[in-house]
């Protein structure tokens, strides 16, 4: 049986890619500064002016003086693809992901709430989706990072940041057990105070029945 024309067009464009954080446990002078650039220049290429609201990546805090910027994913199923009504999220012509055909969006909005990571937006002006499209495979979002903590990278790069981020936090769990004195020694103490406890156990029900 033939494949279909959007698997064998998904064939010929290569590797998935995405734009990747890069920011490590371990370099602290590459983290997102929260300046939003990315932000800006992503609305600047896509409309010609400078507002966030309509930017396909967006930078949020995630604690007290810590932002991450999330990006579209370019999953490999996309959520935001099976939920189109209108069928309007199509394959790219030559990048491997999937766009906005905006000739058939009805702004209907099903596609921003299915995204697991709600990085679908949406243009109220036009009544239209805003999903990433890589800027035709040059992403405005990445060239512009003062930080330079966003890439374009393809599987073998965003699995390899994902060990290196998943080693360096191994590795900061391990050195902070190593450094915490007074919880190791509870837990050396632990199976002694248990002892004493279980001992003291009859000797404490004993009493209160009186």
Same mark, same amino acid.
Request: aromatic share 2%; net charge positive.
């Given at each position: 049986?033939?494949?279909?024309?959007?698997?064998?067009?998904?064939?010929?464009?290569?590797?998935?890619?995405?734009?990747?954080?890069?920011?490590?446990?371990?370099?602290?002078?590459?983290?997102?500064?929260?300046?939003?650039?990315?932000?800006?220049?992503?609305?600047?290429?896509?409309?010609?002016?400078?507002?966030?609201?309509?930017?396909?990546?967006?930078? *949020?805090? $995630?604690? @007290?003086?810590?932002?991450?910027?999330? =990006?579209?994913? %370019?999953?490999?199923?996309? &959520? +935001?693809?099976?939920?189109?009504?209108?069928?309007?999220?199509?394959?790219?012509?030559? *990048?491997? $992901?999937? @766009?906005?055909?905006?000739?058939?969006? =009805?702004?209907? %909005?099903?596609?921003?709430? &299915? +995204?697991?990571?709600?990085?679908?937006?949406?243009?109220?002006?036009?009544?239209?989706? *805003?999903?990433?499209?890589?800027?035709?495979?040059?992403?405005?979002?990445?060239?512009?990072?003062?930080?330079?903590?966003?890439?374009?990278?393809?599987?073998?790069?965003?699995?390899?940041?994902?060990?290196?981020?998943?080693?360096?936090?191994?590795?900061?769990?391990?050195?902070?057990?190593?450094?915490?004195?007074?919880?190791?020694?509870?837990?050396?103490?632990?199976?002694?105070?248990?002892?004493?406890?279980?001992?003291?156990?009859?000797?404490?029900?004993?009493?209160?029945?009186?």
């Amino acid at each position: 049986m033939p494949a279909t024309r959007s698997a064998a067009g998904a064939a010929r464009k290569g590797p998935k890619r995405r734009v990747l954080y890069v920011s490590l446990p371990d370099q602290a002078d590459r983290i997102c500064s929260g300046c939003e650039t990315c932000q800006l220049m992503c609305s600047l290429e896509k409309t010609g002016a400078f507002n966030p609201k309509k930017s396909r990546v967006k930078v *949020l805090p $995630l604690a @007290v003086g810590v932002t991450i910027p999330v =990006t579209c994913q %370019q999953c490999e199923d996309p &959520a +935001c693809q099976k939920a189109c009504p209108e069928k309007a999220i199509v394959p790219h012509p030559k *990048l491997n $992901l999937v @766009v906005v055909d905006e000739k058939k969006c =009805t702004g209907c %909005q099903a596609c921003v709430g &299915a +995204c697991p990571y709600g990085i679908m937006a949406y243009d109220p002006e036009k009544k239209r989706a *805003l999903k990433c499209d890589l800027c035709e495979g040059n992403p405005a979002c990445v060239q512009y990072c003062p930080s330079k903590v966003l890439e374009l990278a393809g599987p073998q790069r965003s699995a390899e940041i994902n060990r290196r981020r998943f080693a360096a936090v191994l590795a900061n769990e391990d050195t902070a057990a190593r450094n915490n004195v007074a919880g190791a020694e509870q837990i050396k103490t632990l199976p002694r105070t248990l002892t004493l406890l279980a001992a003291q156990a009859p000797k404490a029900i004993a009493e209160g029945g009186r």
